[in-house]
T-cell receptor, first 113, second 111 residues
Framework: NAGVTQTPKFQVLKTGQSMTLQCAQD?????MSWYRQDPGMGLRLIHY???????DQGEVPNGYNVSRSTTEDFPLRLLSAAPSQTSVYFC????????????FGNGTRLTVT | GQSLEQPSEVTAVEGAIVQINCTYQ??????LSWYQQHDGGAPTFLSY????GLEETGRFSSFLSRSDSYGYLLLQELQMKDSASYFC????????????FGTGTRLLVSP
């Protein structure tokens, strides 16, 4: 199994540009989420989804949009990139039990200049 | 809200035992998890405590005390490959698919 797959691995954007970070999982998990990781700040939840067609905001949602049209895919869209969005982005999925671990993708390292 | 505190860095030598502490504040949660992350890599799951007490998985053990709002990860027989960052994370009872992570502890293992 591939698990959680994120693309691209690296991306450089100019301020104001838009882009979509892709995330796909093949474990048939209902729950998917996006985190960003900045030095010294751990992982912070951006948006999450509890199933196809259902999304909600996490701790730091501003500047990002998500949609969940299928169980497998959960793309993250940056509407108008800002230098403050320079970060490492991780997509994760989990099964529907309280003790289910998060399975993370390998991350997308985004730089906004 | 929820918040978790961890020491920023811990150092130890190969073969030793090290404990990484995590104190938290929350109004309610299902359990406390631990994740390992090597430089440039993705976080990977280590352990989960739903109840008070010790959970053992090989060289790693994790402990939770709800009355003290405290948990720790214990790593035994340290190896060089254990050098990584370790994160505690709360699974809140407002949505168990949402984890709130601590800021992480960087463990440096020396020969």
């Amino acid at each position: 199994n591939a698990g959680v797959t994120q693309t691209p691995k690296f991306q450089v954007l100019k301020t104001g540009q838009s882009m979509t970070l892709q995330c796909a999982q093949d474990m048939n998990h209902e729950y998917m989420s996006w985190y960003r990781q900045d030095p010294g700040m751990g992982l912070r939840l951006i948006h999450y989804s509890v199933g196809a067609g259902i999304t909600d905001q996490g701790e730091v949602p501003n500047g990002y949009n998500v949609s969940r049209s299928t169980t497998e895919d959960f793309p993250l869209r940056l509407l108008s990139a800002a230098p403050s969005q320079t970060s490492v982005y991780f997509c994760a999925s989990t099964a529907g039990r309280r003790n289910s671990p998060l399975h993370f993708g390998n991350g997308t390292r985004l730089t906004v200049t | 809200g929820q918040s978790l505190e961890q020491p920023s860095e811990v150092t130890a030598v190969e073969g030793a035992i090290v404990q990484i502490n995590c104190t938290y504040q929350t109004s309610g949660f299902y359990g406390l998890s631990w994740y390992q992350q090597h430089d440039g890599g993705a976080p990977t799951f280590l352990s989960y405590n739903a109840l008070d007490g010790l959970e053992e998985t090989g060289r790693f053990s994790s402990f939770l005390s709800r009355s003290d709002s405290y948990g720790y990860l214990l790593l035994q027989e340290l190896q060089m490959k254990d050098s990584a960052s370790y994160f505690c994370a709360l699974r809140g009872n407002t949505g168990f698919q949402k984890l709130v992570f601590g800021t992480g502890t960087r463990l440096l293992v020396s020969p």
